[in-house]
T-cell receptor, first 112, second 117 residues
Framework: DTAVSQTPKYLVTQMGNDKSIKCEQNLGHDTMYWYKQDSKKFLKIMFSYNNKELIINETVPNRFSPKSPDKAHLNLHINSLELGDSAVYFC???????????FGEGSWLTVV | AQSVTQLGSHVSVSEGALVLLRCNYSSSVPPYLFWYVQYPNQGLQLLLKYTTGATLVKGINGFEAEFKKSETSFHLTKPSAHMSDAAEYFCAVSVDAGGTSYGKLTFGQGTILTVHP
């Protein structure tokens, strides 16, 4: 039973489109995250939610809008996709500071 | 703000040889330190972490790391490399930023480990 699951795993779409990536965790964690891994494999946090409340927004363009309908879910919606949005997006969750952050398998987004 | 530097973007070893992946961090407050491994086209898996207590921590797959505060380092080692260890390894740090960090990780640039037969 996957702890952090995200869908879709692969997504190819055209510039200008809007797309969503869904994430669910079954670990009972209060905190969820979105990380972006760029083409050079550099990982950087985008957002974090704690108990459905946005707590971290790392200067991400407002075309990216996270939504957390409940503690177990954190979705990422991206409007007007650009070529530079091509990356791997990882969802993750944890029970807080100092605790292990569990990552999903990633969603490979390619914008053409 | 905290940061992580991994020395060497590529490390190549022979099977059976010692693996040493270097990680240095910068933080004005006590850090929590992590090593993650990423296999091709997969997510990140935790190898080990240091929070408090014993500075030598053991992880999965025979890996261990030692927190050295004086050197601001958290190097990852394994006595004998296996072919299955070939992957990319990420060092990461999180800190208690007065209740505002919520455990977010700051990652290093990653080190690709290649293991030769």
């Amino acid at each position: 039973d996957t702890a952090v699951s995200q869908t879709p795993k692969y997504l190819v779409t055209q510039m200008g489109n809007d797309k969503s990536i869904k994430c669910e965790q079954n670990l009972g964690h209060d905190t969820m995250y979105w990380y972006k891994q760029d083409s050079k494999k550099f990982l950087k946090i985008m957002f974090s939610y704690n108990n459905k409340e946005l707590i971290i927004n790392e200067t991400v363009p407002n075309r990216f809008s996270p939504k957390s309908p409940d503690k177990a879910h954190l979705n990422l919606h991206i409007n007007s996709l650009e070529l530079g949005d091509s990356a791997v997006y990882f969802c993750a969750s944890s029970s807080g500071l100092g605790n292990t952050i569990y990552f999903g398998e990633g969603s490979w987004l390619t914008v053409v | 703000a905290q940061s992580v530097t991994q020395l060497g973007s590529h490390v190549s070893v022979s099977e059976g040889a010692l693996v040493l992946l270097r990680c240095n961090y910068s933080s004005s407050v006590p850090p929590y330190l992590f090593w993650y491994v990423q296999y091709p086209n997969q997510g990140l898996q935790l190898l080990l972490k240091y929070t408090t207590g014993a500075t030598l921590v053991k992880g999965i797959n025979g890996f261990e790391a030692e927190f050295k505060k004086s050197e601001t380092s958290f190097h990852l080692t394994k006595p004998s490399a296996h072919m299955s260890d070939a992957a990319e390894y990420f060092c990461a740090v999180s800190v208690d930023a007065g209740g505002t960090s919520y455990g977010k990780l700051t990652f290093g640039q990653g080190t690709i480990l290649t293991v030769h037969p």
